[in-house]
């Protein structure tokens, strides 16, 4: 009985240097900040980027004159998808942004948005390509343009089909960003290596970095169903 409360002793003095000693919790906190500002400009870049090529690919299909503007888009999204995003960060991060005053956030942030937008390209072309083609036909009958007809018509209808399947895309970027730390971004992931360090005892640092990333995966969760939700009724309604 008494080893087993020795355990637990030691167990909770390894989490309490871990995290309240020296004030460590301000690095989860420090880490935890970076994690969330490289995960927002990923997000932006990774939509915007998703979207465009996605859109591009849909409508130059046919098009003799811009068949290489989908052949680029589509090199884009087959490098991107076939390579790993580690080597990705690595090649940014030595071959683009190489000035001393680099900010390594803005570059993490870069690099994972150019990864998830070949990720997002693909959801959103088999949202498009899910949409009756009557319902293009519709717009251009009233009026619309080939722009108009894609984004007040057709774009509203996929990004509904495809919202959870975006939402899982923006879970995997969340936790793929766990990865920059190569690039000596002190993100969630490194502030618990750093911890581990001094503390001598890696487990409960990581362990309580794995704690923050499923709290950020759950409340995103709960997050993309509350809008679920919103949407359904709005279609009810």
């Known amino acids: 009985m008494n080893a087993i409360i020795d355990w637990f002793n030691q167990l909770g003095q390894s989490y309490y240097d871990a995290f309240i000693t020296e004030h460590r ?12 500002l490289i995960s927002l400009i990923a997000l932006l870049i990774g939509a915007f980027l998703g979207i465009l090529v996605a859109v591009i690919r849909f409508s130059t299909a046919g098009i003799n004159g811009l068949s290489w503007l989908k052949s680029l888009c589509n090199l ?6 076939g390579t790993p ?13 190489t000035a001393r005053d680099t900010n390594e ?8 948005g150019i990864n998830s937008g070949a990720y997002v390209a693909e959801i959103v072309r088999a949202g498009i390509e899910s949409i009756e083609k009557g319902q293009y036909e519709a717009g251009r009958s009233l ?7 894609m984004f007040t018509i057709i774009m509203p209808q996929a990004i509904k089909n495809i919202l959870p399947a975006l939402g899982n895309e923006f879970i995997v970027l969340i936790k793929e960003t766990s990865v920059a730390s190569i690039i000596a971004v002190t993100d969630l992931s ?15 640092p990581l362990m309580i970095a794995a704690a923050c990333y499923l709290i950020m995966v759950l409340g995103f969760t709960k997050l993309l169903h509350f809008i679920e939700r919103r949407m359904a009724q709005g279609d009810r309604n």
């Open 143 to 149: 009026g619309l343009n080939g722009n108009q007809t």
């Open 190 to 204: 490194k502030a618990a290596q750093y911890i581990g360090s001094r503390t001598y005892d890696v487990l409960p």
């Open 105 to 112: 956030i803005i570059v993490a942030g870069i690099c994972f």
């Open 25 to 36: 919790y301000m690095f989860y906190l420090q880490g935890l900040g970076n994690t969330l």
């Open 85 to 97: 995003v580690l080597v990705q960060l690595l090649i940014i991060s030595n071959l683009v942004f």
């Open 76 to 81: 884009y999204v087959t490098v991107i998808r």
